[in-house]
């Protein structure tokens, strides 16, 4: 049994893509939303307190809060109940349950990594802010038109030549801080942009696109993962009272990228304060799907030099124990 949202309480809503730009989400039943914007190099920290609760459904620029107040187990990649779940469904073009829907669509073909490439679709109007969040590194449109004809498209190419919808944010982590140089991804994406138009059966309905590489390199800040990318942790998930902190580098996706200064027993502790000596530092990985829906405070002063207190696995999905 969940308890209601507090009036003056403000719920995290996890990473939002605004304006190419990293930020923290917030959500307060009956005021809205707002927005934290992110900054590499900024220092974070934060406490989680109380439990994890579903943060209701979100139509267009509108949540509505859920009416139990809901508690979500700690892991789950969404912060929703079952019913409130249910609901996002019933109208959902991921879920095919809005075939009526007449805005224009785009088709995509997004590089996350060496031979990791899929398609899909987003509403024309949303431009490259799917592409953001999903954590794409490159990307190129194949086509527009209706929604329908670009499901085609989609299914048609993901048949004839492979392309998968989906893949696993697993995968797009360990690619990340290992990713060859920039022509090597444009080059990858050419060839699957020409292999996907030249294919036929395509709806004369979706306009083929041009093939224009675009670069999230710079939006991301891949530059600062450095060589921590390749061993760092990620956090599992949140508990009451856990603690994250560090120096923020890099953000893909859901994922922000930390620095934590490592302490003598090679556990990772967190201080508020400049950037661990050069070879010192550890990389935290933080899923911020998993944030949602927990209430945060910032972690100053003893609690945020007491380092990462939250359960952690290796980078590939290996167990870790609490930092």
């Not at 969940?2 to 009036?7: A, D, I, K, L, Y």
């Amino acid at each position: 049994m969940g308890t209601r949202m507090g009036p003056m309480a403000w719920w995290c809503t996890g990473v939002r893509w605004s304006g190419g730009a990293p930020a923290l989400g917030w959500f307060g039943d009956g005021r809205g939303e707002r927005e934290s914007p992110l900054a590499y190099g900024q220092q974070l920290g934060f406490v989680a307190r109380g439990g994890r609760r579903c943060l209701g459904v979100r139509r267009g620029r509108r949540r509505t809060a859920c009416p139990t107040g809901a508690a979500v187990p700690a892991r789950a990649s969404r912060a929703q109940c079952e019913e409130c779940a249910r609901i996002d469904r019933s109208y959902s073009v991921a879920a095919d349950t809005m075939a009526d829907d007449p805005r224009p669509y785009a088709v995509y073909l997004a590089y996350f990594g060496p031979g990791l490439v899929k398609i899909g679709i987003t509403a024309d109007e949303r431009g490259s802010a799917r592409l953001l969040e999903q954590g794409a590194v490159a990307f190129t449109w194949l086509g527009r038109g209706p929604l329908m004809a670009a499901r085609r498209v989609e299914e048609l190419v993901g048949v004839a030549l492979g392309v998968p919808d989906r893949i696993p944010y697993t995968q797009k982590r360990v690619v990340r801080g290992v990713l060859p140089p920039a022509a090597e991804w444009a080059a990858e994406l050419r060839a699957a942009h020409g292999r996907a138009t030249a294919l036929p059966g395509w709806p004369e309905s979706l306009d083929r696109a041009v093939c224009e590489v675009v670069d999230h390199a710079g939006e991301f800040g891949l530059a600062g993962l450095g060589h921590r990318a390749q061993t760092a942790s990620v956090v599992r998930e949140f508990v009451d009272g856990g603690v994250v902190a560090g120096r923020l580098v890099a953000a893909a996706g859901p994922d922000l990228h930390l620095v934590v200064a490592a302490g003598p027993d090679l556990h990772l502790v967190a201080a508020a304060g400049p950037d661990p000596a050069p070879g010192t530092g550890r990389g935290l990985i933080l899923d911020t799907r998993l944030l949602a829906g927990w209430r945060l405070e910032a972690a100053a002063g003893e609690t945020a030099a007491g380092g990462v207190t939250v359960p952690v696995a290796e980078l590939g999905g290996v167990q870790g124990g609490l930092f």
